[in-house]
């Protein structure tokens, strides 16, 4: 059963640690996310911004976080976030 987009953000927040790094889940989700609602500019910001503050394990690049915020911006080029 595919989640709305409104459904993945409850869910995300829901699994995002109150401290410490953003985990592989939280990520894995996103993805999952970005599978269903590819054109979503704020998905890929959120990406970006996970990416960021995942740990090691997640196995991303900060060059991953700046394609995200590029995908975002060819999306919706007034997100001001994303820049």
């Excluded at 109150?18 to 500019?41: D, I, R």
């Excluded at 090691?56 to 700046?66: R, S, V, W």
């Amino acid at each position: 059963m595919m989640l709305s987009e409104a459904d993945y953000i409850e869910k995300i927040k829901s699994l995002l640690p109150k401290e410490g790094n953003v985990t592989v889940e939280v990520l894995e989700m996103m993805e999952k996310a970005l599978v269903e609602y590819p054109e979503n500019a704020e998905f890929w910001c959120w990406r970006g911004d996970l990416i960021q503050m995942s740990s090691h394990d997640a196995n991303y690049e900060l060059e991953d976080a700046l394609k995200s915020y590029k995908r975002s911006i060819e999306i919706d080029p007034l997100n001001a976030e994303a820049y």
